[in-house]
C-alpha cells in the first residue's frame, strides 16, 4: 500500500516561509520522480517543483523558482518543499505526488491528500 503524507502547512504572513515534507512508504521509490503541485480554489492543479531520488536533478516552475527549495531525504523516503518570501498567490492546497518527476499531473501515479498553505497579505 503506497502512501504520501504531507505536512507543514499552515497560516504564514507574506514574506514569510514554511516547510512542506513528504512522507513516502509502501514501496520503493527508487526510479520515481517526486513532485509538489498545489490547487488555489477555483484553479487547476499546478506544478511547483520536482526532484528525482537517485540523483537529486530538481525542477522548479517559474512562479517559485529562487524562492523554493526541493530536496529529498532516502534514508527516510522524505521529500520536502521550503518555501521562502510567500506570497499570497501561493495559497492553496499543496500535494505531494509520485511518478515521473514532470511537470505533468497526469504523469503521476500516486498522490498524497494534500496541506493548506495560506500566506496572509
Known amino acids: 500500500q503506497v502512501s504520501l503524507v504531507e505536512s507543514g502547512g499552515g497560516l504564514v504572513q507574506a514574506g514569510g516561509s514554511l516547510r512542506l515534507s513528504c512522507a513516502a512508504s509502501?514501496?520503493?521509490?527508487?526510479?520515481?520522480?517526486m513532485g509538489w503541485f498545489r490547487q488555489a480554489p477555483g484553479k487547476e492543479r499546478e506544478f511547483v517543483a520536482s526532484?528525482?531520488?537517485?540523483?537529486?536533478?530538481?525542477y522548479y516552475d517559474n512562479s517559485v523558482k529562487g524562492r523554493t527549495t526541493i530536496s529529498r531525504d532516502v534514508g527516510t523516503n522524505t521529500v520536502s518543499l521550503q518555501m521562502n518570501s510567500l506570497k499570497p498567490e501561493d495559497s492553496g492546497v499543496y500535494y505531494c505526488?509520485?511518478?515521473?518527476?514532470?511537470?505533468?499531473?497526469?504523469?503521476?501515479?500516486?498522490w498524497g491528500q494534500g496541506t493548506q498553505v495560506t500566506v496572509s497579505p
Open positions: 526532484i528525482t531520488w537517485t540523483s537529486g536533478s530538481v
Open positions: 509502501g514501496r520503493t521509490f527508487s526510479s520515481y520522480g
Open positions: 505526488a509520485a511518478g515521473a518527476g514532470s511537470a505533468y499531473d497526469s504523469q503521476y501515479d500516486y
